[in-house]
């Protein structure tokens, strides 16, 4: 197996994070890429809003994605052999658009717990300082959970705009990919990313997140995939697997796993964001 090393679980420990690690060729990458595009063009707005999450149902490529053996491997040594698919997210921003993430902590409003989960960022398009890749404040994820102010942002890929004030851009490290790299990150480290200044559009495939099957939702219904080794607490309802692109049956499958995700992105809020 293609486990992470020792000093890469040390940085990860210590820092939150790590990156970049290998998890596709570029050419499987680009491949990721087509499939997306693919649905943007035959399926207009089938990948907006809240549908741009959950996407691996709707697509048996990108299904098949999140159990590659090199991301579980690295998965593996973070959280443990017994893995679940809790959801996937696209994070793309256009060049000609403002799209930006605000600073905060995974963690906040998503209601998994205990905190034996990793989200796994894979660049399907290059992703760095000049197109707006992420950043990470090192060691945050070693404090509490921070207060986020809603702001409900038009150009936050957010689904609340939830926004940590005060981090010093100074005082945090880019996350530069290659595309078919992937970075882990803890559910407490506080990250965000800026605005694409490039010609291109950059586009993130986010796993979001992979949880131990000991890890509950505490606040809401998620449905899940098994990735690896075995569920002996049964805490999730399991989705149904892909068979065919945007078929009526995944279609419905993304739907209902949508309905109860924004139940929990937005538990507590009497306003609710485009995602």
């Known amino acids: 197996m293609t486990m992470l090393s020792t000093n890469q679980i040390s940085h990860y420990r210590s820092k939150g994070y790590i990156s970049p690690v290998s998890a596709l060729t570029s050419s499987e990458a680009k491949e990721i890429r087509e499939e ?65 993430v605000s600073f905060h902590q995974d963690a906040k409003y998503i209601g998994l717990e205990p905190h034996n989960w990793v989200t796994v960022w894979l660049a399907v398009t290059d992703s760095n300082e000049k197109n707006g ?12 959970l921070k207060y986020h102010e809603q702001k409900f ?43 694409n200044f490039s010609d291109d559009r950059r586009i993130g495939f986010v796993i979001q997140s992979y949880i131990g099957t000991n890890v509950n939702q505490v606040i809401g219904k998620m449905y899940v995939q098994r990735a690896r080794g075995e569920d002996k607490h049964n805490y999730h309802e399991y989705s149904e697997i892909p068979l065919t ?13 949508n309905k109860e995700l924004s139940k929990i992105f937005y538990n507590g809020s009497n306003k609710k964001g485009k995602f």
């Open 153 to 195: 942002d038009k150009n936050n890929l957010l689904t609340r705009g939830q926004t940590i004030k005060n981090i010093s851009l100074n005082e945090t490290d880019p996350i530069i990919l290659k595309a078919g790299e992937i970075s882990l990150h803890h559910p407490l480290v506080i990250h965000g990313s800026g605005l």
């Open 36 to 100: 997306i595009e693919k649905i943007e063009k035959k399926w207009p707005g089938a990948l907006d809003g809240i549908n741009r999450n959950y996407v691996h149902l709707i697509s048996p490529i990108l299904n098949k994605l999140c159990l590659n053996k090199n991301i579980l491997d690295a998965v593996e040594s973070i959280i443990g052999k017994n893995i679940l698919i809790c959801g996937t997210t696209l994070f793309i921003k256009e060049k000609n658009e403002k799209g930006f």
């Open 133 to 144: 890749c992420m950043r990470m404040l090192p060691s945050s994820h070693k404090d509490n």
């Open 245 to 257: 692109l945007m078929g009526k049956n995944e279609i419905i499958s993304q739907k209902k796993a």
